[in-house]
Every structure is written in C-alpha cells, then in structure tokens.
C-alpha cells in the first residue's frame, strides 16, 4: 500500500526541513519521529529536532557526522534526500504520512484484536475496554509514546517554566477551585492529578464539588460528571441555588418572587450554554465510566475536569466484588481514575465516603487512615482533601442528649444554636507537590454554598502585612545601608 510513494513524501519532507529549518513547527505539530515508516527517516527527522531545539543549523553537512555511527545511518538514501527540492506546503505532505501511520497502527491494532479474541482467559468486556483505549490513543497520537531522552525532557520542562512566568509567577497553574488559600497550597487541580475529597455523610462533599465545578464552568473549562448518588436534576438544583442565592428549599417548592424568577431565569440560560455533561447512572463500573469518558473527549475536547460521585458507589470491572474482594475492587477503581487522569491530562476528582470510626474519637477531625475500604486510594492520590464541619457533630451531640433526657423524664435545653453561616475547614491532607494545612471556610446553608470565610481572610492579611514587616526589616539591615560615623 505504501511502496516507493509514501517513501518519496517522507524524503520530500526531509528534504525541505533540510533548506528551510524554519517550516520545521509545521511538520512537528503534525508529526513524530514514529510516524515515519522508514528507520533512517526516523532517525533524520529526531536528529534535525533535536539541532533546531537547540538553536544549532540542520544541514546536511551538520547532521551527517551525529549519525554516521549509527546503525540506522543509509548514505545513498541520504544523498537521495539531498537531491530533491523542497516544497511551500510542507504540511500537505506531512499529513499524508500521518494518515499511512494511522493506518499502519490500525492495522496492526487489527492483529492484536485477533489474539485478544482469541484468548480465552479474557472476558470480552475486558477486550472491548482493550480496544477503546488503543483506539482512544490513536486518535491523539501526535507525540511518541516511546522513552522521552534528557534533552526533549528539559526541552519541554524549560518551556512550561516559561509559559508559568510568562503568567506573572501566577501561583495558579490548574483550574481554579475558588478558594484562594486551596489554589496556593495547590496551585489548582492540576492536568493528569487525582484529587480525591473525602467527608463523612452530612458534611457537604457533594456541594463543596459542585461549588468548585460552578468555578470551572465560569471560567470556560468543561466538566464530565458522574453522579452514583444524585439525580442530575438535583444536583442543578443545588447549583442554581448557589447561583443565585436563592434557598433551595425555595426552589424545591416554587416559591419564587417575580425578583427571583429573573434571577433564576439568568443564571438558567448561564448554566444552559456551559459544557457541563452529567452521567446519574447509579450503577456504573470502572470499565464503563472510562469508556463513556473517552468517547465524551473525543467529541468535545474541552471537557477539563473529571468528577465522580462518590468512588464506594462504583463495581469494578467484574460488577461486584463479593465477599473479602471489596478492597480489590476499590484499588482496581482507584488505580483506573489515576490512569485516566494521566491519559487524559485532566483533573480527575473523586468523592470518598470516611470510615465511621472517626466519630469515636474526641477529635472528629478526619485524617488518612480514615478513607475508607482502601489505602490504595491513599496511595494513589496527588491530592487528598477532608472537608469538616464541626457544627454537624455539635447539633448531633446536642440532640442525644436532648432524646435522653426525654427518656430519662428530665429537661434537656439544647446549647446548640442553628446558624445560617457555619464554620467549615478543608483539611489538606495529602498534597504530593506541597504543603499540608488546614484552610478555613464557611458554609452558607440557605443557598448550599461553601465560601471563603472572612477569619481566613484575615489571617491572609495579616500574613501579608507580616511578610511586608520582615522585608522592611530586612532592608534597613542591609549591607548597603551604610551609617555615617558619629563625629
């Protein structure tokens, strides 16, 4: 199929990229040195990369002695590359080398199906979910999947410190969870990071998401989100609640003022023009949930963000796990959203249900060892938040006591005085790029809404005053400032 044609456009592209290195960005954004069917075109195409990414010529003359030793190295295709001219729409040519390469790769994803079938010891769901991802890889082959060598690795790193200084030394390098203090332990939900956002039932995880989901959509990122628990119609509920500051309770019931209608009717037609994509299937395995994601990336790109709600509702591959395998299936779920996140180069964010063990200690705080059915989970984790609120345990607390004291036949009044803004923390507790700390939020109960709190504003500000403090300091200590002898 490919014969002496598609060799002569892969000499044709050489040969160009030979008398005019700056065309060299056209072919590169369409090709890799894999895509070439030839070993020694390969090798001519990495050699010149490698001499225009560090500002040197890539003639003919530069480039022979690199490769002469090499076993690759073929000198009468070289002087046949030499004796052709270049052409002005390098990139047509380039493209069609491209599609030989997806073709050969299809090709040889054919066979591999065929010794999949084959096989006996694999479920076919398995092969399917084999397929998807080869074919998932093949429509985003652009960059070889072989080893990086150092100089492409620092390469592309001292680009990404240019691109981040570039930005002002902007401390956000991910998406913006919209909360100050999280976005500089964490520099946002980064590309290819599983964030995992853990909480006992009642605490708000779900809300505390869809809050940060509100914060990507408004800053033009698409967001998948698989919901186990809620209907797709409630979790909107919450979100236009929060939206508008309208009580859900309210918008449960329909009792809108004419006031609330527009505003509902505004943040609606916001909400309706966002890529938001909501999977409820309460009964999702891991293979589906990667399935469904690929295909949803393929068709709109811009999805940025993964979210799943929660991790324990999910089956493995095998649906359920039985007796004693819970813990399988879960680091088998665990492990998959860590690999998707890498594939995908998104975000991949995760709710996890806590062990119930933590309500016997004194501090009701969540720690790692609280994350339940798996420590893979732990393991597999960039980023592990708890998200606490100590007013849920103190109502809880209060109205024990308030029940045995009925049942006792004594009178009981309840300390605990109902708020509309509560206290909240989100406790870093794992940042694998970072710092851990605790950071301090409040919640709004009326409109469902997590929100930066005014005492961590505080704190913030008199972080900064401190740090300007020590740097006046510091400068009136400076060598520089010379006192003038006393007289």
Same mark, same amino acid.
Request: charged residues 30%; negative net charge.
């Given at each position: +199929?490919?014969?002496?044609?598609?060799?002569?456009?892969?000499?044709?592209?050489?040969?160009?990229?030979?008398?005019?290195?700056?065309? !060299?960005? =056209?072919?590169?954004?369409?090709?890799?040195? &894999?895509?070439?069917? %030839?070993? !020694?075109?390969?090798?001519?195409?990495?050699?010149?990369?490698?001499?225009?990414?560090?500002?040197?010529? #890539?003639?003919? =003359?530069?480039?022979?002695?690199?490769?002469?030793?090499?076993?690759?190295? *073929?000198?009468? /295709?070289?002087?046949?590359?030499?004796?052709?001219?270049?052409?002005?729409?390098?990139?047509?040519?380039?493209?069609?080398?491209?599609?030989?390469?997806?073709?050969?790769?299809?090709?040889?994803?054919?066979?591999?199906?065929?010794?999949?079938?084959?096989?006996?010891?694999?479920?076919?769901?398995?092969?399917?979910?084999?397929?998807?991802?080869?074919?998932? %890889?093949?429509?985003?082959?652009?960059?070889?999947? %072989?080893?990086?060598?150092?100089?492409?690795?620092?390469?592309? @790193?001292?680009? +990404?410190?240019?691109?981040?200084?570039?930005?002002?030394?902007?401390?956000? @390098?991910?998406?913006?969870?919209? !909360?100050?203090?999280?976005?500089?332990?964490?520099?946002?939900?980064?590309?290819?990071?599983?964030?995992?956002?853990?909480?006992?039932?009642?605490?708000?995880?779900? @809300?505390?998401?869809?809050?940060?989901?509100?914060?990507?959509?408004?800053?033009?990122?698409?967001?998948?989100?698989?919901?186990?628990?809620?209907?797709?119609?409630?979790?909107?509920?919450?979100?236009? $609640?929060?939206?508008?500051?309208?009580?859900?309770? =309210?918008?449960?019931?329909?009792?809108?003022?004419?006031?609330?209608?527009?505003?509902?009717?505004?943040?609606?037609?916001? +909400?309706?023009?966002?890529?938001?994509?909501?999977?409820?299937?309460?009964?999702?395995?891991?293979?589906?949930?990667?399935?469904?994601?690929?295909?949803?990336?393929?068709?709109?790109? /811009?999805?940025?963000?993964?979210?799943?709600?929660?991790?324990?509702?999910?089956?493995?591959?095998?649906?359920?796990?039985?007796?004693?395998?819970?813990?399988?299936?879960?680091?088998?779920?665990?492990?998959?959203?860590?690999?998707?996140?890498?594939? +995908?180069?998104?975000?991949?964010?995760?709710?996890?249900?806590?062990?119930? &063990?933590?309500?016997?200690?004194? *501090?009701?705080?969540?720690?790692?060892?609280?994350?339940?059915?798996?420590?893979?989970?732990?393991? *597999?984790?960039?980023?592990?938040?708890?998200?606490?609120?100590? %007013?849920?345990?103190?109502?809880?607390?209060?109205?024990?006591?308030?029940?045995?004291?009925?049942?006792?036949?004594?009178?009981?009044?309840?300390?605990?005085?109902?708020?509309?803004?509560?206290?909240?923390?989100?406790?870093? #507790?794992?940042?694998?790029? &970072?710092? @851990?700390?605790?950071?301090?939020?409040?919640?709004?109960?009326?409109?469902?809404?997590?929100?930066?709190?005014?005492?961590?504003?505080?704190?913030?500000?008199?972080?900064?005053?401190?740090?300007?403090?020590?740097?006046?300091? $510091?400068?009136?200590?400076?060598?520089?400032?010379?006192?003038?002898?006393?007289?």
């Amino acid at each position: +199929m490919e014969g002496l044609g598609l060799q002569n456009i892969e000499r044709t592209i050489l040969a160009t990229l030979f008398f005019e290195p700056n065309l !060299f960005d =056209d072919v590169a954004s369409v090709l890799s040195e &894999g895509d070439f069917s %030839d070993p !020694f075109h390969q090798l001519l195409f990495k050699t010149i990369r490698t001499q225009i990414e560090q500002s040197k010529p #890539a003639t003919p =003359d530069f480039i022979k002695p690199l490769i002469a030793s090499d076993r690759r190295y *073929d000198e009468s /295709e070289l002087l046949s590359i030499i004796a052709l001219s270049p052409v002005a729409d390098v990139t047509h040519y380039a493209n069609q080398v491209k599609n030989y390469a997806i073709k050969r790769q299809l090709l040889s994803l054919a066979t591999k199906i065929t010794k999949s079938i084959s096989d006996d010891q694999k479920e076919a769901e398995d092969v399917l979910a084999e397929i998807e991802r080869e074919i998932f %890889d093949i429509s985003l082959s652009g960059e070889s999947k %072989d080893f990086r060598d150092s100089p492409s690795v620092i390469q592309s @790193t001292l680009e +990404m410190i240019n691109e981040l200084k570039a930005k002002g030394n902007n401390i956000l @390098t991910g998406l913006n969870t919209g !909360f100050a203090e999280l976005n500089r332990i964490t520099t946002g939900f980064n590309a290819g990071e599983l964030i995992i956002i853990g909480a006992r039932p009642s605490m708000g995880k779900t @809300t505390f998401v869809l809050n940060m989901v509100q914060k990507f959509l408004s800053t033009g990122k698409g967001v998948a989100f698989f919901s186990l628990e809620m209907q797709a119609e409630h979790l909107m509920l919450r979100m236009l $609640s929060s939206a508008t500051s309208i009580p859900l309770q =309210d918008l449960r019931i329909g009792n809108l003022s004419d006031e609330k209608w527009e505003d509902l009717s505004a943040s609606a037609n916001f +909400m309706a023009k966002q890529q938001l994509f909501i999977d409820d299937n309460s009964h999702l395995t891991i293979t589906q949930l990667k399935s469904k994601m690929r295909k949803l990336k393929l068709k709109y790109p /811009e999805v940025s963000a993964l979210v799943v709600d929660y991790l324990q509702l999910m089956s493995g591959s095998k649906g359920g796990g039985g007796e004693g395998k819970r813990q399988e299936e879960i680091s088998e779920i665990s492990r998959g959203l860590k690999i998707l996140a890498r594939e +995908m180069q998104i975000p991949v964010i995760a709710l996890s249900q806590l062990n119930r &063990g933590l309500e016997n200690r004194e *501090d009701k705080r969540p720690q790692l060892s609280d994350l339940r059915e798996s420590g893979a989970i732990e393991q *597999d984790a960039d980023v592990i938040l708890f998200l606490y609120r100590d %007013d849920v345990y103190r109502k809880k607390e209060e109205k024990a006591k308030e029940e045995k004291a009925k049942k006792e036949g004594n009178k009981y009044t309840s300390q605990y005085e109902e708020k509309n803004i509560e206290k909240a923390e989100i406790i870093v #507790a794992k940042n694998r790029n &970072g710092e @851990t700390k605790t950071v301090k939020i409040q919640f709004n109960k009326a409109c469902i809404r997590f929100e930066e709190s005014s005492e961590q504003e505080e704190e913030a500000l008199k972080t900064r005053l401190e740090n300007s403090r020590v740097e006046e300091v $510091s400068f009136a200590r400076s060598p520089e400032v010379v006192e003038m002898p006393k007289v």
